[in-house]
């Protein structure tokens, strides 16, 4: 773990004739848990024999990651940190929630009655003191009572930053009276979380006090990560020969999940006579948490850690599938995403934020918006699914005229989000209609829905019923019944939790977004002030082109259509 960690002695203590001195290390100076991991890891034959017990294996899992990829700082709320879930390595679900989840549930529950009764108490005590205020103030100006109306009083609802469970955080107002009170019921109700659980609690005096500083990490940190890298390298170098040394027990295997494995370690796994040892794989779920930062020494022998651009992981997940599927052809099952970013992350710093593009095509970070040319091919892959990432629409049209003789019969979008086209021109968004919300949401039968938007990419892709039928089929055009696409192995395309992201870091000039909504986030002044607070500590890439936001807006003429045409649900 990052924190706690204790620097190094810059030098050990040598005895002589004359008496004892201190002197510089010969060599560099290992953490001693980190030098036995790494120890641990390079014991190939232990690895080998232990791989040699395993008996009718038929699926296997990875979960490893550094932290060079996204790092939560102080900005995790209490509820994360209260319940720290970790991914799932195996697919089986558990109906019930085991004994630890089960306990944090408890807790959580206990600790949001009793902040709502702290709440409530202060809320009562503090609207008292207000309007005593500006009656005494009223009194000694001697002039009427002149009520502020941009200063409400306080209400439980409005100051309970920490309450995730039972109120929207997006749909409070601000308030201008002093932060001091809502202070105090944080105060109350963190309280109860470090006194239950033993977690830091998140006051002002302990976000000063944070280990871990993800923008500026002390020595002793960057030194531990290094070491990591180096005991991760080892394990996977001992993990491969392992696998290779037990043909048997890898014989039979049918499905391999890596849950998390960071992006500079795919290239370990680029290597032929590891997939090739693994003949009857047919089930591979691949999902990579992306590096943000390097860690190497200086000409000084210091050790130091630069900033990488996390969409780079794009890249690598790219030629690594690339090198995959040039000879494999026993897979018919892929997944592939990332891990962190996204609607699913947590921290206010990296929630629908961080998004990093779909390993489907090999991006050009000098130029944003260039056309999109090479594209992943698939050829013996039927059911695929993609999460967790944004695609730009050109890249997902190339991407299903490629597969078109293919066998690929099933594809799956989790939380994808698309960009702007990347083709030349402006796109115009859709033109505001003064007419009522059904009007507008019936527009898709006389208008072609906006270039580059999900409704012009799903008509462009679908197997089944396009625009142009379902218009024929409503009485909308004087044509003979338009053809049904050509037809092909796929049979469905599956959308769940889709949107659009903006790619914030990008000129005007260098990419026409104006077909996608801003940004706009309106959260309570205290989050705010949480945020400005919190943001000269955590990683935040402002040179990486593709880092994009999910921007959660939906225009009623392309709900409309995707409602109409598709029979989609929003939610």
């Known amino acids: 773990s990052l924190s706690g960690l204790v620097p190094k002695t810059k030098s050990s203590t040598q005895s002589s004739w004359w008496g004892d001195y201190e002197w510089p290390h010969l060599e560099y100076n290992r953490y001693e848990q980190a030098a036995k991991l790494e120890e641990k890891a390079d014991e190939t034959s232990a690895m080998t024999t232990a791989f040699s017990k395993l008996i009718n294996l038929q699926e296997f899992g990875l979960s490893m990651t550094s932290a060079l990829g996204w790092l939560n700082g102080p900005d995790l709320s209490d509820r994360v940190k209260l319940f720290n879930s970790k991914p799932a390595i195996f697919g089986t679900q558990y109906v ?26 202060m809320t009562s005590r503090a609207n008292r003191c207000f309007f005593k205020a500006t009656r005494e103030l009223s009194l ?3 002039l009427p009572r002149v009520v502020n ?25 601000d308030t201008e009276l002093d932060l001091e009170l809502d202070n105090g019921i944080l105060a109350a109700a963190r309280g109860v979380i470090a006194a239950r659980t033993g977690l830091p609690t998140i006051g002002l005096k302990s976000e000063a006090a944070e280990q871990i500083e993800p923008k500026s990490l002390a020595p002793e940190q960057g030194e531990w990560l290094m070491e990591m890298e180096w005991a991760q390298g080892a394990f996977l170098s001992s ?23 960071s992006s500079g370690l795919l290239p370990s796994l680029q290597r032929d006579d590891v997939w090739r040892a693994l003949p009857s794989l047919d089930n591979l779920t691949l999902l990579v948490s992306p590096d943000w930062r390097k860690v190497s020494k200086n000409e000084q022998g210091e050790v130091v850690t630069d900033l990488v651009r996390p969409s780079s992981a794009a890249s690598l997940f790219y030629n690594f599938l690339c090198a995959l599927f040039r000879e494999n052809k026993t897979i018919r099952t892929l997944k592939v995403g990332y891990i962190g970013g996204g609607e699913n992350a947590p921290g206010m710093f990296a929630r629908n934020q961080n998004v990093v593009p779909a390993p489907l095509w090999l991006s050009s970070h000098e130029n944003p918006g260039a056309e999109v040319q090479d594209t992943l091919s698939l050829p013996h892959v039927e059911d695929f699914t993609l999460t967790n990432c944004w695609l730009a629409p050109t890249a997902a049209t190339n991407f299903f005229a490629s597969m078109r003789d293919s ?10 989000s ?39 990419v799903i008509n462009t892709i679908t197997p089944g019923h396009g625009l142009n039928r379902m218009r024929y089929f409503h009485g909308q055009t004087d044509m003979d019944e338009p053809p049904l696409p050509p037809q092909t192995a796929l049979r469905s395309i ?76 929003m939610g």
């Not at 549930?105 to 409530?120: F, P």
């Not at 066998?407 to 994808?416: G, N, P």
């Open 140 to 142: 000694q100006s001697g």
């Open 96 to 121: 019930l929630p085991d004994r630890e989840l089960r306990k944090a549930i408890e807790e959580w529950d206990r600790i949001v009655e009793e902040q709502t009764c702290a709440s409530k108490r």
């Open 418 to 456: 698309l960009a702007a086209d990347l083709r030349s021109g402006p796109h115009a968004p859709i033109p505001a209609d003064p007419g009522s919300i059904p009007s507008r949401r019936n527009s898709w039968l006389y208008t072609d829905p906006v270039v580059g938007s999900w409704s012009d």
């Open 149 to 173: 109306k941009n200063i409400v009083p306080i209400t439980a609802e409005i100051q309970s930053p920490i309450m995730f469970k039972k109120v929207n955080m997006e749909a409070q107002k």
């Open 407 to 416: 066998s690929l019969q099933t594809v799956t979008f989790d939380s994808v």
């Open 239 to 261: 993990w491969c020969i392992a696998l290779l040394d037990n043909p048997g027990v890898f014989q039979c295997l049918r499905t391999f999940n890596i849950a998390n494995l």
């Open 494 to 569: 599956n959308f769940t939790s889709c949107g659009y992201v903006r790619l914030l870091n990008v000129p005007p000039t260098d990419l026409d977004q104006s077909a996608i909504p801003e940004v706009i986030s309106g959260p309570p002044q205290c989050l705010r002030r949480r945020k400005a607070s919190l943001l000269k500590l955590m990683l935040d890439d402002k040179s990486d082109t593709y880092l994009g936001m999910i921007v959660p807006a939906l225009s009623d003429e392309e709900e409309g259509c995707l409602m109409g045409v598709w029979g989609m649900e």
